[in-house]
Each structure stands twice: as C-alpha cells, then as structure tokens.
C-alpha cells in the first residue's frame, strides 16, 4: 500500500508537470495527433444500428465500478470463493497496480503528447499562457522551424537566443520548494502544493498509456485467476466496452488503452509470485516423491510395510499447507484488517471524489 501511495504522488507531480511546463498557448494551438481508433468508431457510428451505437456509448461501467468489484473479489475468500488470503491477491494488486503506474509515469514524462481534447487545459487549469524556462531555453526555438532543427541536431546544443518572457509565480512553500519549478503554481490557484495535486486529475496532456484502462485490466485478470468461467468472460466484454468509450469520447488515444491492455496483462503475469490461485499442493506431492523414490523401491523390495505407510504419508504432509498461528490469532489479525481495509477505501472514495 506504501508502494503504491508513493507512485500515486509520483504520478500526481508529473501530470500536473506535464501539463503546465509548455503553457497555456501550446494546448490552445497543438492540434490533437490523428488516431485511426477515432476514425473507425466514427465510420462504425455510420453503419451500425442504432440501437448497437447507444450500448457503445452507454456509461455502462467505470473506474470506481472497477474497484469495487476488486475489492468483492477479495472479500470473497471469506466465503471459501476464492483461494485465500483475500490480502494476498491485494497485496498482488496494489504491488501490480504500484509498478503499472511508475512505468506509465516514465512514459508519459518522456515525450508529452498534445491531447485528444485541445480545450482541457483552459477549462481545468489557470496555467501561465508562456512555456517554463526549460521549454523556453530547449524546446519553443526549435519547435517548428525545419532550418532551426536540422541545425541543433548537427551542434547537438541549444544556440538560438531567448526571447523575453513574464517570470514564474514562486509562492514560499517551505521544505516543499522544490516543487514551485515542477508544478507552475500561479496566484489564482492558491499558496498549497498539496491543493495543486488533487487538482491534477487525469491531466491535459495525452498520458500514455491510460490508467484507467490499467484498473480495468488489473481487475479483469485478477477476476479470470481466480475464477474463470462465464463471469470472468462478462469483465473482459466490459474492459473492451471502456476502451470503446474511452477513445470515443477522447480521454486517450487508441494507442493509449491498446498498451495498456497488454501491459496491464504483462505485469500481472509477472506478479504471480504473490498470489495464486494455482494449487501447489499436487507439485509439492511430486517433489516430495521425486526425493523419496529410492527409498519407497526399497521398501517395497523388503516388504516394509511400516516403512512404506511412513514415506506415503510424508508425501501427503508434504503438499498441506503449514500453519504458523493459531485460528484466534488469524481470525483476529483478519477482523482488524478488514475494518483498516473498509476504513482506506472509503477515505478514498470521499477525499477523492472531486477528481
């Protein structure tokens, strides 16, 4: 959970970074990249019945549905549903869902992508209309000018002069002043930094790839672990309805929910070490009868049936699982981690709920 709050705050700086550091001027005027995912919801609009256009379009299930159905996933190995511990599969997911962000904090902070709804920064942010010093220094002299481009690629350093700009807003923020650079506060939108995160939101900017898309992938691959079937089926139908929906009202990019469907599968592969629905019981069978074969040929050679009964019966223990505390101790620390677990998602759910 400390792993995934600190890539949370990780991903909060740089969107709010990532959307501010060229200035309000370059959203107004970057026009949004061509997306053939857009094109062809578009073309499909015109061609299927109308009726199949209204369930595309349909808010059938969001970001919180998703969560939510997480979170029943978990609680069901209360009832024997599940393999438990229910915190195993969320400690897996919040591990997964910890790492999934960091990578699409690296990605997005590489290349800042104009977004698919140029009027966003303007209706969610006061940002400055000028770029940050760094973009004015290595980014704005070079940005359309094929003669000026070709000529920094050759000398491989900035050379062109810089004009004259309005200086930054820096509030005193304390031990937290390190951020003023990073997050481009202005007098309107307040002295705190923390105000500024909570405002970030999904940014304005393209993010690639979509965290949204990620939760829904997360949840989906930890529901067909666990349990497979029909319903597990049902989920994936409803991650690829968000995905529809997603690129058809122009949060993300085709290209954004395509990598994160696959990363999102990816990563929760390789997680498998924390928890698995897998029974390992018949594996450690057959290890532990891998190790007594010699012995059990023997046994059986000198008609020891005693000897024999004993190696069996190793082998059998050998695919239980051990037990290190007590059933008081297990139903205690579970009762409280439940109550801590209700407790942080409803926290969530309430500070939260402004974006």
Not at 214 to 243: D, K, N, P, Q, R
Not at 270 to 294: C, E, P, Y
């Amino acid at each position: 959970m400390a792993l995934m709050l600190a890539a949370f705050l990780c991903e909060a700086i740089s969107v709010r970074f990532v959307s501010t550091v060229l200035g309000l001027q370059w959203h107004r005027s970057t026009a949004p990249l061509p997306d053939t995912g857009q094109w062809l919801l578009l073309a499909l609009n015109e061609k299927l019945p109308q009726i199949v256009v209204d369930l595309l379009r349909a808010p059938i299930i969001s970001l919180h549905h998703y969560l939510m159905l997480f979170i029943m996933l978990g609680f069901s190995a209360l009832f024997d549903c599940i393999k438990g511990p229910g915190l195993g599969i969320a400690a897996r997911y919040m591990f997964t869902m910890a790492v999934g962000r960091s990578l699409r904090t690296v990605t997005f902070l590489a290349t800042i992508l104009p977004s698919a709804r140029p009027w966003c920064a303007e209706a969610r942010y006061r940002i400055p209309d000028h770029p940050h010093p760094w973009a004015q220094k290595y980014y704005a002299p070079y940005a359309s000018d094929p003669d000026a481009i070709h000529r920094v690629i050759q000398e491989d350093m900035p050379y062109a002069f810089v004009k004259e700009y309005p200086g930054e807003y820096r509030p005193s923020w304390g031990h937290m002043s390190f951020l003023v650079d990073i997050l481009r506060p202005t007098v309107e939108e307040g002295s705190s930094w923390y105000h500024f995160l909570k405002k970030a939101s999904g940014g304005c900017s393209d993010l690639m790839y979509s965290g949204h898309m990620l939760v829904a992938v997360l949840t989906a691959m930890a529901w067909t672990e666990a349990y497979g079937g029909w319903i597990s089926v049902v989920i994936w139908f409803l991650v690829l309805h968000s995905a529809q929906r997603e690129i058809r009202e122009r949060h993300h990019y085709s290209v954004d929910c395509i990598v994160a469907i696959y990363v999102g599968i990816l990563l929760w592969r390789m997680t498998g070490f924390i928890w698995s629905a897998i029974d390992n019981s018949h594996a450690r069978r057959l290890a532990k009868l891998d190790k007594v074969q010699n012995r059990l040929f023997q046994a059986a050679k000198d008609s020891d049936m005693d000897e024999i009964r004993g190696l069996l019966n190793e082998v059998e223990l050998a695919g239980q699982e051990r037990k290190g505390f007590s059933q008081r101790i297990i139903l205690s620390f579970s009762s409280a981690m439940i109550v801590f677990t209700l407790s942080c998602v409803l926290l969530a759910f309430t500070l939260t709920s402004d974006g």
